[in-house]
């Protein structure tokens, strides 16, 4: 069997792009038996990929959040915004609204079937094999594509996420703890009903659960009950591939690239900024120029935030934590800064005279 497209991977990545193609038919294989699941992302997003993913439907954002609580070993910093900087989507439901919209579009979704790359024109199953003229690679942040092609070796942190009953959480505040046992990321406590919490961590080595949790409580002055849902999964920290596209018919997005923040590890953004673009390129045939596209709008930036960011872990990982909250206070950040963190830096430079007494 043929198929203009075939996606691999049925996350938010290769279904929001199939969902925006329009020109070719489409068909995603996702390997579990249902989308959304297993659970391991936090949900938390900004203002842009907020605004694209409430026009797919209206009960997808769950909370916004306008304050930040940063915690390090020295100080507490805050930042305090007007508008929502921050919000959390409900992800299983996400992907159930987009294979009920691609499916709509008349493109195909198979679900529990595990796909590999045959040839540079197929894939096969447990049950056939695929012809396609595109690709899209998009089965995570230990991708098999991207094993199999380059050779190049994975560098994950693990993510845990706990859903708790918490006391003495601010609404509308997100808390990022820096914890000297966690010295290349931070943890997190984020409010989800009125005592009702998701705490997590990452981090390249194993930790004890109870010690993070301790040091959170005892930062926070907040009391973690009992652990109501546990789950977790693997943030890519590979530095992004050169170029995406390979042979002219197979294009990573999403985690495989990875096509992340560096700093936070977050994804979402990167993927429904460009997977419209993607899109966009695979309906008009023009696969291989979008390798241009994306080397100018992320891989020059990204490659420069991937290096501060790796800096950053061998020294003090909570070190841009002043310079936020610094920029909160002179009013100069903006919901693009959640993002977009090159603009951080760059008005950290312009306004360093006002910002170094506030940093003190």
Known sequence: ???????????????????????????????????????????????????????L?????????????????????????????????NRPLLEEILVSKIEALGHRVELGIVARLNSSYEVKT???????DILVAADGANSRIRRLLTGLPFKHFYGVQLKTRASSVEEKTLYIVYNPVISDFFSWVIPIDVDLVNVGYASSNHINRRT???????????????????????????????????????????????????????????????????????????????????????????????????????????LPVGIVSGLSRLNLLTPVDYDEHYRIFLKAIGAFPLLLPLIL
Request: charged content about 20%; aromatic content about 14%; overall charge positive.
């Open 1 to 55: 069997m043929r198929y203009n497209v075939v996606v691999i991977g049925g996350g938010p990545a290769g279904l929001y792009t199939a969902y925006n193609i329009r020109r070719h038919d489409v068909l995603v294989l996702e390997e579990h038996s249902k989308v959304g699941l297993p659970k391991h992302c936090s949900g938390i997003i900004g203002a842009f990929t907020a605004k694209l993913i409430s026009e």
């Open 57 to 89: 439907s209206n009960n997808l954002i769950d909370s916004s959040y306008k304050n930040v609580i940063f915690t390090t070993p020295r100080k507490t910093h805050r930042a305090l915004f007007k508008t929502p900087i921050a919000y959390r989507v």
């Open 126 to 132: 447990p049950i056939s094999e695929l012809k396609y």
């Open 212 to 318: 993070v949790l301790n040091y959170i409580e005892k930062k926070l002055d907040l009391k973690i009950g009992s652990v109501i849902e546990n789950y977790g999964g693997l943030i890519p920290v590979n530095r992004p591939l050169k170029n995406p596209v390979f042979h002219g018919k197979i294009v990573f997005h999403g985690d495989s690239v990875p096509l992340i923040k560096p700093y936070t590890g977050g994804g979402l953004y990167y993927i429904f900024k460009f997977a419209p673009i993607l899109a966009r390129f695979i309906d008009n045939n023009l696969l291989e120029e979008y390798s241009y596209y994306y080397s100018r709008a992320f891989y020059v930036k990204n490659t420069l935030e991937y290096a501060v960011t790796s800096f950053l872990r061998k020294t003090r990982y909570y």
